[in-house]
């Protein structure tokens, strides 16, 4: 576990079918989160993924991140 700030940038990297998105060109295009407070980030090496925990407008979200 770690803190991601406020302010930082993040996108789901991993699509419908659980493939990691890699590709400039699709990265562009996804939206994008300026957390609007610090978040949690959870990753565990060598696992399958991970994420970005934050709360916004009275609720949890989540950041999928590989």
Known sequence: MDW???GEVF???VNDEGE???EDSI???LPKV???NNAV???QLESSGGGVIYFNKN???WIQQE
């Open 27 to 29: 990265i562009d295009k």
């Open 41 to 43: 980030f959870i990753h």
């Open 34 to 36: 300026t957390l609007p």
């Open 20 to 22: 990691i998105i890699t």
């Open 4 to 6: 991601s700030k406020k």
């Open 11 to 13: 996108w789901n990297n």
């Open 59 to 61: 609720k949890f979200n």
